[in-house]
């Protein structure tokens, strides 16, 4: 995880992968309470910031809103 250690907590999500984008974002944030973002991003048409963050989750999915990537604090 780009050598930053972050406190205890659930880091990716691979079960999330097929699901409903919102769905997904929702789930992390209830598993992960120290995750203030969980962001929906399409992959076709978006660009996020590289900085690493313990408390933030990119949640890619493609044009029909479904997780392509699995979820990982980033």
Known sequence: ?????CPPGKSSWPELLGWNG???AA???Q???LVNQ???V???DHFVIHNFRCDRVWV???DSGVVVY???LG
């Open 1 to 5: 995880m780009s050598g930053i250690s």
């Open 22 to 24: 919102e769905l997904a």
């Open 27 to 29: 789930r992390i944030r």
């Open 31 to 33: 598993e992960n309470p």
């Open 38 to 40: 969980a962001t929906v």
């Open 42 to 44: 399409r992959v076709r």
């Open 60 to 62: 890619w999915v493609d």
């Open 70 to 72: 699995v979820p990982k």
